[in-house]
Nanobody, 126 residues
Framework: QVQLVQSGGGLVQVGGSLRLSCTASGPLFTGYAMGWFRQGPGEERKFVANIAGNGEATVYANFVKGRFTISRDNAKNTVSLQMNNLQPEDTAVYYC???????????????????WGQGTQVTVSS
């Protein structure tokens, strides 16, 4: 069993930056590939980025490439999402998620993840 606790988020102006973090409790953190999703009002939960257990492979959604960076610190059981040049369309609730035993190359839908964080609101004002 893994519990994911998120921190960060908030309100930022267009072009600003935010950093989201997600801390996992439970064993074998390196066995979990980690991902970030977001869900805007009335929308489905969308894939944002993921990272392999050893941190050596990452995948990004096209709409965040070059602006967002996913990283992990396995010594601290944390995964982070650095978000730069934020735009109003980035406004959403962001979720971290953990996936056991899957490749980052197939982890693009919510059903490929086993555990979820509580979500954190990111609001970008224009």
């Amino acid at each position: 069993q893994v519990q994911l606790v998120q921190s960060g988020g908030g309100l930022v102006q267009v072009g600003g930056s935010l950093r989201l973090s997600c801390t996992a409790s439970g064993p074998l953190f390196t066995g979990y590939a980690m991902g970030w999703f977001r869900q805007g009002p009335g929308e489905e939960r969308k894939f944002v980025a993921n990272i392999a257990g050893n941190g050596e492979a990452t995948v990004y959604a096209n709409f965040v490439k070059g602006r967002f960076t996913i990283s992990r610190d396995n010594a601290k059981n944390t995964v982070s999402l650095q978000m730069n040049n934020l735009q109003p369309e980035d406004t959403a609730v962001y979720y971290c998620a953990a996936s056991w035993g899957r490749s980052t190359l197939v982890m693009f839908t919510p059903d490929t993840y086993d555990y979820w964080g509580q979500g954190t609101q990111v609001t970008v004002s224009s």
